[in-house]
Antibody
Framework: QVQLVQSGAELRTPGSSVKVSCQVS????????FSWVRQAPGQGLEWMGG????????HYAEKFRGRLTITADKSTHTTYMELTDLTSEDTAFYFC????????WGQGSLVTVSS | EIVLTQSPVTLSVSPGERATLSCGAS??????LAWYQQKPGQAPRLLIY???TRPTDIPARFSASGSGTEFTLTISSLQSDDFGLYYC?????????FGQGTKVEMK
C-alpha cells in the first residue's frame, strides 16, 4: 500500500524559509508526478506546484513563482517543498499528493509563521 | 489558469436525501476532473477521477458525470459519514486548480 509520510510541524518567523519533506513508501518516486497543496485555516485547497521527477520538470502556480521550489530525491523516494520569504499568510497545512489525480495524500504538515 | 466554480457554497441535506453538487470550468478540461471529500483535520479523500470513474473503495452512492466545462457529483442517499467539504480539481493543464469547495451540512 502506498503511503506518503510528511515531516512534522514547523514554526518560522516572517522572512524566513521552510522546507517540508514527503517520503513515499510502497511506491517509487519517478514514476508519478507529485503536487503540493496547501490549506490555510478555514480556507479551501490551493494547488501550489507539481513535479514530474522522471522528466525533472516542475510547474508552479503564478502566485508562488519565484519563492517556491519543488524537488525530488529518487534515491530516498522523497519529494520536497521549499517556500521562501514567508509571511503570516503562509500559515497553513501543506500536503503532498501523488499523481495526476490525487489518490494518495500525505498527512499534512502545519507551518506556522509568526514573529 | 483554469478557474473552477463550485455551487452551491453550502448544501443543507437530510440523511437519506439526494445531494447534487456542481463544478463549472472557465474553459474545457475534457474529462480531466476529480472530486474529493474532506473531513476536519484530515487530508482530502479521492472520490472520483476522469470525471466519472470511482476508485474501488468508494461507495456506489457516489456518482459523477460531465465533460468539457460542466460537471456534477451526486450522492444518491446521504449518510451521516458524507457530511463535509467537497472539492473539484482539474488536472487538464498546469497550473492545476481546485474549486472553492461545497460544504454539505445536515439539515
Amino acid at each position: 500500500q502506498v503511503q506518503l509520510v510528511q515531516s512534522g510541524a514547523e514554526l518560522r518567523t516572517p522572512g524566513s524559509s521552510v522546507k517540508v519533506s514527503c517520503q513515499v513508501s510502497g511506491g517509487v518516486v519517478g514514476t508519478f508526478s507529485f503536487s503540493w497543496v496547501r490549506q490555510a485555516p478555514g480556507q479551501g485547497l490551493e494547488w501550489m506546484g507539481g513535479l514530474t521527477p522522471i522528466f525533472g520538470v516542475s510547474h508552479y502556480a503564478e502566485k508562488f513563482r519565484g519563492r517556491l521550489t519543488i524537488t525530488a530525491d529518487k534515491s530516498t523516494h522523497t519529494t520536497y517543498m521549499e517556500l521562501t520569504d514567508l509571511t503570516s499568510e503562509d500559515t497553513a497545512f501543506y500536503f503532498c499528493a501523488r499523481g495526476n489525480w490525487f489518490e494518495f495524500w500525505g498527512q499534512g504538515s502545519l507551518v506556522t509563521v509568526s514573529s | 489558469e483554469i478557474v473552477l466554480t463550485q455551487s452551491p457554497v453550502t448544501l443543507s441535506v437530510s440523511p437519506g436525501e439526494r445531494a447534487t453538487l456542481s463544478c463549472g470550468a472557465s474553459q474545457s478540461v475534457s474529462t480531466n476532473l476529480a472530486w474529493y471529500q474532506q473531513k476536519p483535520g484530515q487530508a482530502p479523500r479521492l472520490l472520483i477521477y476522469g470525471a466519472s470513474t470511482r476508485p474501488t473503495d468508494i461507495p456506489a452512492r457516489f456518482s459523477a458525470s460531465g465533460s468539457g466545462t460542466e460537471f456534477t457529483l451526486t450522492i444518491s442517499s446521504l449518510q451521516s459519514d458524507d457530511f463535509g467539504l467537497y472539492y473539484c480539481h482539474q488536472y487538464k493543464e498546469w497550473p492545476q486548480t481546485f474549486g472553492q469547495g461545497t460544504k454539505v451540512e445536515m439539515k
